[in-house]
């Protein structure tokens, strides 16, 4: 299942991002500014049960998260840009990480770190900026739901037809949530338009 975010400020902050005038600095900020503004749509489907609630004045029926707040886990390096904005909003989250490296040359991801809290039974957030060629994106959700979590949603920025398709033949029951989608991938396996390396950009090295 695919969603398109479709928000005039979030559209323009995707925009700023791609550009080759946007330094290392406005960069981070707004990928962590994206990542605040895309935890409304992409937490929407989350569950939720009947509280009681009492206010100062009376008391009334309300509503928590089933199975209380999401998991997130980053997919590194990248996905740390988008984690800092997602934690502003879910500060009590308790937080995983999959390290991921593309071989430039098959387009594959291996796998150099995995630190994973407990996911069974829990929702599971999953933040990338980038859905390219979506190796890494299935590696990544390979790992996840491997742990049995009640559900998986994976976030990101800027994703490619062929990444949204890879995603969806080998993990059809997982939610993707994205702000732009792009026209494709070029012979080097890079999002046309998108916006570059986003861990490069990041981090400010090449």
Known sequence: ?????DHPVLTAW????????????EFRR???????????PTTSELPTTPATIKTPLAETTGRQLQGGTPVVVSVLRAGNGLLDGVLQVLSDADVGFIGLVRDHETLEASEYLLQLPTLAGRHVLVVDPMLATGNSAVA?????????PASVTLMCVVA????????????????????????????????????GDAGDRLYGTS
């Open 1 to 5: 299942m695919f969603t398109l975010v």
């Open 14 to 25: 995707t925009d700023r991002l791609r550009s080759t005038g946007t330094g290392t600095e």
């Open 30 to 40: 707004l990928l962590r500014q994206i990542g605040q503004l895309m935890v409304v």
């Open 140 to 148: 990544a959700l390979d790992r996840v739901t491997a742990e049995d």
């Open 160 to 195: 490619a037809p062929e990444g949204v398709e890879h995603v969806a033949t080998h993990h059809p029951g997982i939610r993707v949530v994205a702000a732009a989608l792009d026209e494709g991938l070029n012979e080097l396996g890079y999002i046309m338009p998108g916006l």
